[in-house]
């Protein structure tokens, strides 16, 4: 029995919601669930949970009625991405990118803050740091 079959799929562990406000139909919602979770599926990230939700305007003279916020804890981290477009569509691609590039850039941090400077050179460190 595959994932499909049980309506369950077990690659995505994150707990991101896509939600609607107003009237958002059910293929927006799937397109847009579809772009969030690959952005967040990449290995080695933390527990990821939050929720996005979608918004359509009432009103038809505005110039962008699409609308999104998103807040998604990646670990103990907090991304807050907001969007707004004139089709569902683009605003499902402008939310993925903004997604990616705020995941991108606190993995970047993450790999930082991993590195390790060199030792001070009372301890061994780089020789021309030494003076002498």
Known sequence: ????????????????????????????????????????????????????????ATAHHVEQPWSAAAEIRVGSELLVVHADEASAHELADRLQDRLRGRLDRLADRWATARRSAAPPPWRGGPADARQG
């Open 1 to 56: 029995m595959t994932p499909r079959d049980t309506g369950t799929d077990a690659r995505t562990t994150q707990a991101v919601q896509v939600r609607a406000e107003g009237h958002v139909d059910e293929a927006t919602l799937d397109y847009v669930r579809t772009k969030v979770n690959t952005v967040f599926d990449r290995p080695g990230l933390p527990a990821v949970t939050g929720e996005v939700r979608i918004a359509k």
